[in-house]
DNA sequence: GCCTCACTCATACGTTCGTTTGAATCATTC
DNA sequence: GAATGATTCAAACGAACGTATGAGTGAGGC
C-alpha cells in the first residue's frame, strides 16, 4: 500500500537526518527528498515536523523499553536480590541489543537517543512518553534494594551514569577519532567494556551522607 | 571603555542562551537583544554566529583545560605512578570546579559543553582548540601507565565514560526532575559521587582481549 | 459511470534567520 | 576644533524555514 510506504520512508529518512544533523539541523525538506516524497506529505502523515520526531522516537526508544523492563521480570522472577553485573546487564543491553538492522553498530541510533535527550527545545519533552519513566522507576526500586547502603539521591546520579555511559559513549563518532583507536569499535566489544565500567562504578562503597 | 564592554557583554549573553537553548535555537538577535547590544554588534566583533560560539566556547572550556593540566603536572611531580582516584580528580575534578561564579551549580557551563561537544553540525569542531586534545593525551598516557592491563582500546572508552559521566549529568535538567530528587543535586555532592562512581569504573579489571 | 476517500502534488504564505550596508556617533589625537 | 579611526546604529537583503492550500490522481464500492 503506498500509504504506509510513504509513512515509513519519511520516518526512515526522519531517523537517518535527525541522528546525522539533529531535529534543528534537518529541514523537512531534506527529510522528503531523502524519502522521495512531496514535501506537504509531513504535514499530512504526521501533522507536524515535532510530531514526526515524536513518531521517530517512539519507534526506536519502544524496542528498547521493552527489552528493559522484560529483563527485569525475568530476573526478579528468579530472585528479588540478582547481583549487581545482571542488573546492570539488563538495563544497559538493551541500549547496545536493540539497534535496528542496517546501524553502524547502533552508532546512528545512539547519535539519535542522544539527540532527544539533549535538545533543549521544551517541545522535545514530549517525544518520549512514559513508559521509559515506569521502567526507570522499576530498575531504581531494584537496584536501592542491592545497594542498601546508597542514598536516594547518590543512586539517581549513579543510575544517570549508567546512561550517560551507554548513551554517550558512541556519540563521539561526531568528533575527530582518537588517536591510535577509530570509534565507534565493534559493538560487542563496546557492550562488554561498557558492563565491566558499569557494574563496577555501581558496585562501588556509598558515600557517607 | 566601550568596545570590551560590548563584547563582554555579548559574550555573556551568548553564553547564557547557547547553554540554554543550543546553538541553533538561539538566534543572533535574542543574544543582542540580551546583550543590549545592536544586531551588527556579533558581525563587527566576531565576525559571524559560528565564531561567536568559538570564543565562548573558548573562554569556557580554557580553564578546565589548564586546571585538568596543572593538577597532571602536580600529581607526576610527585610520582610517577599516582593513584587511580587522584588521576581520576585532577581529570574530572576541574569539570566541577572550573565553573564560572553565578552559575547554577555550575549546571548552566555543563549544558554549554555538553552543547559543544554534541552538536552535530560540522562547523562545531572547531568550536574547541588542540590543547584539549593534548591534555587528553596526556592523561591517557598516565592511565595506561598505571592501569597496565587494559587495552588502549578499552582505555579509551574509559575515558570516554570519565567525560559522559561528568559531563551529561547535570544534563538531566532539560529533563522533568527525578521523583523524589531534584537535579542537579548541590555541586558539592555530586562532585564526591562522580569521583567515587569513576574512581571505581576506571579501577575495574580489564576484559581480556 | 460515478462517487468517495486517501493520498500526492506544485505552489505559495508568512516568519525568522545570519549577514551586510552606509550613515551616525563617540573618543582620541594633533 | 577639525581630523581620524573605532564603534554603534537602523534598515534592509536574500535565503531558508515550517506550514497551509487547493487542485489533481487513482483505486474501490455502488
Same mark, same amino acid.
Given at each position: ?5 510513504? +509513512? ?14 539533529? #531535529?534543528?539541523?534537518? *529541514?523537512? +525538506?531534506?527529510?522528503t ?10 504535514? #499530512? ?5 515535532s ?6 522516537a517512539?519507534?526506536?526508544? !519502544?524496542?528498547?523499553?521493552a ?17 549487581? *553485573? ?31 535527550? *539533549? ?19 522499576? #530498575? ?19 543510575? +544517570? ?46 558515600? !557517607?551522607?
Amino acid at each position: 500500500m503506498a500509504t504506509t510506504d510513504t +509513512r515509513t520512508q519519511i520516518l526512515d529518512a526522519a531517523e537517518h537526518l535527525f541522528a546525522e544533523h539533529g #531535529y534543528r539541523g534537518t *529541514s523537512v +525538506r531534506a527529510i522528503t527528498q531523502r524519502a522521495g516524497a512531496n514535501l506537504a506529505a509531513v504535514g #499530512y502523515h504526521f501533522g507536524s515536523k515535532s510530531e514526526l520526531m515524536a513518531a521517530v522516537a517512539r519507534r526506536v526508544v !519502544e524496542p528498547i523499553t521493552a527489552a528493559q523492563c522484560a529483563g527485569l521480570d525475568k530476573l526478579l522472577a528468579r530472585t528479588p536480590d540478582p547481583p549487581v *553485573s545482571e542488573l546492570v546487564e539488563a538495563f544497559a543491553g538493551p541500549l547496545f541489543d536493540e539497534m535496528p538492522a542496517g546501524d553502524e553498530g547502533g552508532a546512528r541510533t545512539s547519535r539519535l537517543i542522544v539527540t532527544i535527550l *539533549s535538545d533543549p527545545a521544551e517541545e522535545a519533552r514530549s517525544w518520549t512518553g512514559p513508559a521509559e519513566d515506569s521502567v526507570r522507576d522499576r #530498575y531504581f526500586a531494584a537496584f536501592a534494594r542491592v545497594l542498601p547502603g546508597l542514598s536516594p539521591e547518590e543512586l539517581w546520579f549513579r543510575m +544517570r551514569g549508567i546512561f550517560a555511559v551507554t548513551a554517550v559513549d558512541r556519540l563521539q563518532v561526531h568528533q575527530q577519532p582518537s588517536p591510535g583507536c577509530e570509534s565507534p569499535v565493534a559493538g560487542d566489544a563496546a557492550r562488554q567494556w561498557a558492563l565491566t565500567f558499569l557494574t563496577a562504578a555501581m558496585s562501588a562503597p556509598p558515600n !557517607e551522607t
